[in-house]
C-alpha cells in the first residue's frame, strides 16, 4: 500500500468514524422524541453549553473552513484578524432585545413567534417562506461545501460526493429533530474548535512561533498587505481602496451582527434553552467562542501562505495544509472537522426548513401528536430532497452563494424583530410588508449585481438597501393601521419577567459570564500587540525612532477598540440582568 493511500486512508477514516458517531448520536436522541416541542425545541431544556455548542456549530459552516479561509489566504488575513469582535456583539444584542423574549414566548418557531406576536397567519407565513427560500439556498451551500471535501479526499466524484453528504446528515437529523441537532452540533463545535486550534499551533510552531510568522507574512511579495487592516486592495480586487473596502466590511458585519442576533438559525436556539439565564449566558459564551475560533481558523489560514502562497483554487487551503503539512492524524483531525462544520450547519437548515415548511408554511395542524411528528420528517424529507436535486445542477461556489443568502435576515427580519419587542406601534401589516419589501430589496439587487447587470457601489450594498427599506415600509405601513388589542396585549405579557426567573444566585452566575467580556477585551489588546502589531509594524520599518510601537496606524487603532466593544456588550447585559432578574433587596 502506498504511502498516498495511506495518507488518503487516514482521512477518510477520520471522517467516516465521525459521520457514524453523529448518526449514533441522533439515533440515540431520536428515542426520547415523544412530542412535537421534543422534535422542534429539544424539549426546552438544553443548557448552556448544548445551546453555545450548537450556535457556533450552526453558523460555521463550510463558508468559515472553505470559503473565508480562501478568502483570508488571498489576502484579507488582516481584517478578518481584527475585526470578529464586530460582527460577534450580536449574539448579546440579540438575546437581550430579542432572544430571550422570543423564549418566553413558548413558539414552536421564529415564525411561529411572529404569527403569534402580530395575531396574523399571513406574517407566520410570509416569514416561514423567507425561512424556506433563504435557509434551502444555505443548505444548497453547505452541502456542496461537503460534497468538496469527500471529492478532495477519495477522489469519487462531485456528484456522489453530494449524494453521500446528504444522506449522512439527514440520517442524524430526520429522525431525532432539534434533540439530535442540539447532541450532534456541540459535539462537532468541540471537534473543529480542538482541530482549528491544534492545527494553527503546529503551523505557527512550524514557521518559528507567532512573532516570526507575523514577520514572514508581513513580507510575503505576491500579497504585500495581507496583515494589513485593509488586506489586498486595488486592482484585481473587488475594492478600489481601503476606504471602499472598510464601507463593505462595516456593512458586512453589521448585517452579520443582525444574523447572529435574529435569524432564525441562530435566535430559534433560545427557544431550546432551560431558562431565560441559559439564553443571556450561552449568547455570552458564544460571542467569545466564535470570535476564538475564528482567529484560530483565520490565523492559521493566512499562515499557510508561508508553506504554499498561490493554492488554487483558494477555498481548498486548509485540505491542502491538511493534507500537505500538518502531520496526518492532526490532519485528519481538522478535515474531521470541516466535515463537522459542513454536516452541523446542514441539519440545523435542514431540521428549521422542515420545521417551517410543516408548521409555518402549510401550517398543517392535528390534536395527534404522532401523525403531526410523521408530517414534520416527511416535510423535512422532501425538503431535503429537493434540496439535493438543485445541488445537483447549480455549479459550486461556496464564499459567494453564503454571503447571497446568509445576510437575507439582517434585511428582512432585522428591523420587524426588534420592532416585534420595543415598538408599541408596529401593526401585523406593517410586519408582513416589512418582511416582504426588506427581502425583495435585498435578494433583487443583490441578484442583478451577482449577474453584472449592475454595479453598486460599497455603500449601496443589497444588504442596507433591504434593511432600509424594511425599516421604511414597516413604519409607513403601521403609521396608517392600529394595532389590535390582541398585539397589544400579547407584547405587555412578553415584557413580563416571570417570577420563576428572576432569582439571584443565578443572576449571580450569569453577572460572572459576562466579566468575562471585560476579561477579554483587557487580554486580547496585550497580545495583540505583543504577536501581531509589533512584528507587523518591525517588518514594514513603521516602529518609531525609539523603536516603539506606532499608534496612529489602522492596526493599531482597531486593536484598541477592542476594549469598548467588550465593555458595550458588558454594560447591556448587566442591565439586563439588573433591571430584570435580580430580586428586589427587602
Same mark, same amino acid.
Given at each position: 500500500m502506498s504511502s498516498a493511500w495511506q495518507a488518503m486512508d487516514i482521512y477518510t477514516t477520520a471522517i467516516i468514524i465521525s459521520i457514524v458517531v453523529y448518526i449514533a448520536v441522533g439515533n440515540y436522541a431520536g428515542r426520547s422524541v415523544k412530542r412535537l416541542d421534543d422534535y422542534y425545541v429539544a424539549g426546552?431544556?438544553?443548557?448552556?453549553?448544548?445551546?453555545?455548542? !450548537?450556535? %457556533?456549530?450552526?453558523?460555521l459552516s463550510t463558508n468559515a473552513f472553505l470559503g473565508e479561509t480562501g478568502f483570508v489566504?488571498?489576502?484579507?488575513? *488582516?481584517?478578518?484578524?481584527?475585526?470578529?469582535? !464586530? &460582527?460577534?456583539? *450580536?449574539?448579546?444584542?440579540?438575546?437581550?432585545f430579542f432572544g430571550r423574549y422570543l423564549r418566553r414566548s413558548q413558539a414552536l418557531t421564529v415564525a411561529d413567534f411572529f404569527g403569534q406576536r402580530f395575531n396574523s397567519q399571513r406574517v407566520q407565513i410570509v416569514a416561514g417562506i423567507t425561512i424556506v427560500l433563504a435557509l434551502g439556498g444555505y443548505l444548497l451551500a453547505v452541502t456542496q461545501g461537503a460534497a468538496v471535501i469527500l471529492q478532495e479526499l477519495t477522489g469519487i466524484s462531485y456528484h456522489a460526493g453530494l449524494l453521500i453528504a446528504w444522506a449522512?446528515?439527514?440520517?442524524? !437529523?430526520?429522525?431525532?429533530?432539534?434533540?439530535? =441537532?442540539?447532541?450532534?452540533?456541540?459535539?462537532?463545535?468541540?471537534?473543529?474548535?480542538?482541530?482549528?486550534f491544534f492545527a494553527l499551533y503546529y503551523l505557527v510552531d512550524l514557521n518559528g512561533g507567532w512573532s516570526t510568522s507575523v514577520y514572514q507574512l508581513a513580507q510575503v511579495d505576491s500579497k504585500p498587505d495581507l496583515l494589513s487592516w485593509h488586506g489586498e486592495v486595488g486592482e484585481g480586487t473587488v475594492w478600489a481602496n481601503p476606504t471602499e473596502y472598510l464601507i463593505w466590511t462595516l456593512i458586512i458585519d453589521f448585517s452579520w451582527g443582525l444574523v447572529y442576533a435574529v435569524s432564525p438559525w441562530q435566535s430559534s436556539r433560545h427557544l431550546m434553552a432551560r431558562d431565560e439565564h441559559v439564553v443571556l449566558?450561552?449568547?455570552?459564551?458564544?460571542?467569545?467562542?466564535? %470570535?476564538? =475560533?475564528? %482567529?484560530?481558523?483565520? &490565523? *492559521?489560514?493566512?499562515? =499557510?501562505?508561508?508553506?504554499?502562497?498561490?493554492? !488554487?483554487?483558494?477555498?481548498?487551503?486548509? %485540505?491542502?495544509? &491538511?493534507?500537505?503539512?500538518?502531520?496526518?492524524?492532526?490532519?485528519?483531525?481538522?478535515? &474531521?472537522?470541516?466535515?463537522?462544520?459542513?454536516?452541523?450547519s446542514a441539519s440545523t437548515f435542514l431540521s428549521l426548513v422542515g420545521f417551517s415548511t410543516n408548521n409555518d408554511v402549510l401550517r398543517i395542524r392535528s390534536d395527534d401528536q404522532q401523525y403531526q411528528l410523521q408530517l414534520s420528517r416527511l416535510s423535512m424529507l422532501l425538503v431535503g430532497f429537493l434540496a439535493l436535486l438543485v445541488s445537483l445542477f447549480f455549479p459550486p461556489s461556496i464564499?459567494?452563494?453564503?454571503?447571497?443568502?446568509?445576510? =437575507?435576515?439582517?434585511?428582512?427580519?432585522?428591523?420587524v424583530a426588534f420592532m416585534s419587542i420595543w415598538s408599541k406601534r408596529i401593526t401585523s401589516a406593517g410586519a408582513f410588508w416589512g418582511i416582504t419589501s426588506g427581502f425583495l430589496a435585498n435578494v433583487i439587487p443583490k441578484f442583478c449585481d451577482f449577474m453584472q447587470w449592475i454595479d453598486l457601489p460599497a455603500y449601496l450594498d443589497p444588504i442596507l438597501i433591504g434593511a432600509v427599506v424594511s425599516l421604511v415600509v414597516t413604519i409607513s405601513v403601521s403609521r396608517r393601521g392600529e394595532v389590535s388589542l390582541a398585539e397589544q396585549q400579547y407584547r405587555q405579557k412578553l415584557h413580563t419577567t416571570p417570577i420563576e426567573e428572576r432569582?439571584?444566585?443565578?443572576?449571580?452566575?450569569?453577572?460572572?459570564?459576562?466579566f468575562c467580556l471585560l476579561a477579554y477585551g483587557v487580554l486580547m489588546p496585550v497580545l495583540y500587540y505583543q504577536w501581531y502589531i509589533t512584528p507587523y509594524q518591525s517588518a514594514g520599518n513603521q516602529l518609531l525612532a525609539d523603536g516603539s510601537v506606532n499608534w496612529h496606524t489602522g492596526e493599531a487603532m482597531i486593536i484598541l477598540l477592542t476594549p469598548v466593544w467588550m465593555l458595550l456588550g458588558f454594560t447591556v447585559a448587566l442591565w439586563c440582568i439588573r433591571r430584570d432578574y435580580k430580586l428586589s433587596a427587602r
Open positions: 426546552r431544556r438544553s443548557p448552556t453549553l448544548l445551546i453555545v455548542g !450548537t450556535l %457556533i456549530a450552526s453558523v489566504y488571498s489576502g484579507q488575513a *488582516g481584517p478578518y484578524l481584527l475585526f470578529p469582535p !464586530t &460582527a460577534a456583539l *450580536g449574539y448579546i444584542f440579540g438575546a437581550v449522512s446528515y439527514t440520517l442524524f !437529523t430526520l429522525y431525532s429533530g432539534s434533540k439530535g =441537532v442540539v447532541l450532534t452540533d456541540t459535539i462537532m463545535f468541540l471537534l473543529f474548535t480542538a482541530a482549528a449566558r450561552s449568547s455570552i459564551w458564544a460571542c467569545l467562542a466564535l %470570535i476564538l =475560533v475564528q %482567529i484560530f481558523l483565520y &490565523a *492559521g489560514a493566512s499562515v =499557510v501562505n508561508l508553506s504554499k502562497p498561490d493554492i !488554487t483554487p483558494p477555498e481548498h487551503t486548509m %485540505i491542502w495544509a &491538511a493534507k500537505n503539512v500538518l502531520p496526518e492524524l492532526l490532519g485528519a483531525l481538522l478535515l &474531521a472537522g470541516i466535515m463537522a462544520a459542513a454536516l452541523s464564499f459567494w452563494l453564503t454571503y447571497f443568502v446568509g445576510t =437575507v435576515f439582517a434585511s428582512a427580519w432585522g428591523p432569582n439571584n444566585k443565578r443572576a449571580s452566575t450569569t453577572t460572572l459570564s459576562a
